[in-house]
Nanobody, 115 residues
Framework: QAQLVESGGGLVQPGGSLRLSCAAS????????MGWYRQAPGKQRELVAG???????EYGDSVKGRFTISRDNAKNMVSLQMNSLKAEDTADYYC?????????WGQGTQVTVSA
């Protein structure tokens, strides 16, 4: 069945880096638009970064210049390189796959930025 599995979250100090990965299975990955969203406690889920099936990218204003999204269609994976992390980046991060009316979510991975 279709599944997205995130990995790479954890605890990091401010200014540090993390790389999140999302492995997709059960879908024809290359036709899906992929994205990373995050949700902090008490806040709405927001788009962090997206990459289309054509590899066009978009970023949330708060992460532009610090985060980079990429995809590997051969490995059915999408990654999010996060640099210069700030305390306000602390959240649960979710992988999303969209194709036409279908939208899939992973279970999330926690990122905590703290000294």
């Amino acid at each position: 069945q279709a599944q997205l599995v995130e990995s790479g979250g954890g605890l990091v100090q401010p200014g540090g880096s993390l790389r999140l990965s999302c492995a997709a299975s059960g879908i024809y990955f290359r036709v899906y638009d992929m994205g990373w969203y995050r949700q902090a406690p008490g806040k709405q889920r927001e788009l962090v970064a997206g990459i289309s099936r054509g590899s066009n990218t978009e970023y949330g204003d708060s992460v532009k210049g610090r985060f980079t999204i990429s995809r590997d269609n051969a490995k059915n994976m999408v990654s999010l390189q996060m640099n210069s992390l700030k305390a306000e980046d602390t959240a649960d991060y979710y992988c999303n796959a969209k194709y036409n009316s279908r939208s899939l979510w992973g279970q999330g991975t926690q990122v905590t930025v703290s000294a």
